[in-house]
């Protein structure tokens, strides 16, 4: 009898152990899974094959010292006095439809000024350092990008103002812009409330390309580029 009770007894501690490692073993998997998730996310975001207009630059993702934009050209636009020649650059790919936005809105009673388009890795230099000098590197970190992490970089973006350079939100000229900058392909790249994607403050008055069908989407979505690009795959 007793030998009985022993081998059920030895039956029950394998399954048990078994069982265990069983479960373990799915944990484990688990884990890995989410692992790989999160790499294939980040590899995700770093996608090289991406159209030009969807590149990724943010806290995490910067650009080398000697990245220069495509075509960098002097948009017909006008812009705020005291901007300089270097700023009143942007890519190729967006003079025309920073152009036809600038046109658009004037249509609509609407004046906006550029004021601070392409920035090379030494004027980010410059800057950062100034703010940091002038604010303390609290306020320079929350509102202007360590060199190589700035969007100003790629060309691919633009700080416009208005007349009374009071470019905040409930202005008509910042409202008109949220409502209308993605029928020209651009997007409010920090929006309101989503700092703690975007890791930048938000800023009414900087709009990035990225084509007009992402662009839409975004906008449609409330949603910001790194949101998009996690989203999409692309
Ligand atoms: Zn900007």
Same mark, same amino acid.
């Given at each position: 009898?007793?030998?009985?009770?022993?081998?059920?007894?030895?039956?029950?501690?394998?399954?048990?152990?078994? $069982?265990?490692?069983?479960?373990?073993?799915?944990?484990?998997?688990?884990?890995? @899974?989410?692992?790989?998730?999160?790499?294939?996310?980040?590899?995700?975001?770093?996608?090289?094959?991406?159209?030009?207009?969807?590149?990724?630059?943010?806290?995490?993702?910067? !650009?080398?010292?000697?990245?220069?934009?495509?075509?960098?050209?002097?948009?017909?636009?006008?812009?705020?006095?005291?901007?300089?020649?270097?700023?009143?650059?942007?890519?190729?790919?967006?003079?025309?439809?920073?152009?036809?936005?600038?046109?658009?809105?004037?249509?609509?009673?609407?004046?906006?000024?550029?004021?601070?388009?392409?920035?090379?890795?030494?004027?980010?230099?410059?800057?950062?350092?100034?703010?940091?000098?002038?604010?303390?590197?609290?306020?320079?970190?929350?509102?202007?990008?360590?060199? @190589?992490?700035?969007?100003?970089?790629?060309? !691919?973006?633009?700080?416009?103002?208005?007349?009374?350079?009071?470019?905040?939100?409930?202005?008509?000229?910042?409202? $008109?812009?949220?409502?209308?900058?993605?029928?020209?392909?651009?997007?409010?790249?920090?929006?309101? @409330?989503?700092?703690?994607?975007?890791?930048?403050?938000?800023?009414? $008055?900087?709009?990035?390309?990225? @084509?007009?069908?992402?662009?839409?989407?975004?906008?449609?979505?409330?949603?910001?580029?790194?949101?998009?690009?996690?989203?999409?795959?692309?």
């Amino acid at each position: 009898m007793r030998r009985v009770f022993k081998k059920i007894l030895i039956f029950v501690i394998v399954i048990c152990t078994l $069982w265990y490692a069983a479960e373990l073993k799915g944990i484990n998997l688990n884990k890995i @899974g989410l692992a790989l998730n999160e790499k294939y996310k980040l590899l995700n975001l770093n996608n090289t094959s991406r159209k030009k207009e969807l590149v990724l630059v943010n806290i995490e993702h910067g !650009l080398s010292k000697d990245y220069k934009p495509e075509g960098l050209t002097t948009p017909n636009i006008s812009f705020a006095t005291g901007v300089n020649q270097e700023e009143k650059y942007v890519a190729g790919i967006i003079a025309k439809p920073i152009e036809e936005l600038v046109h658009a809105a004037k249509q609509d009673g609407i004046i906006l000024l550029g004021n601070s388009g392409y920035r090379s890795y030494k004027s980010q230099n410059d800057v950062y350092t100034s703010r940091i000098k002038s604010e303390g590197k609290k306020l320079a970190d929350a509102y202007v990008a360590k060199p @190589g992490f700035s969007e100003h970089q790629t060309g !691919l973006c633009i700080d416009l103002t208005n007349k009374s350079s009071n470019f905040v939100k409930g202005t008509k000229e910042a409202d $008109w812009l949220a409502e209308n900058c993605y029928k020209f392909g651009f997007i409010i790249r920090y929006p309101y @409330g989503k700092q703690d994607i975007t890791s930048i403050e938000y800023e009414p $008055w900087h709009i990035r390309y990225v @084509g007009k069908e992402a662009a839409k989407y975004i906008y449609d979505n409330k949603i910001t580029l790194e949101e998009y690009l996690a989203q999409s795959k692309k």
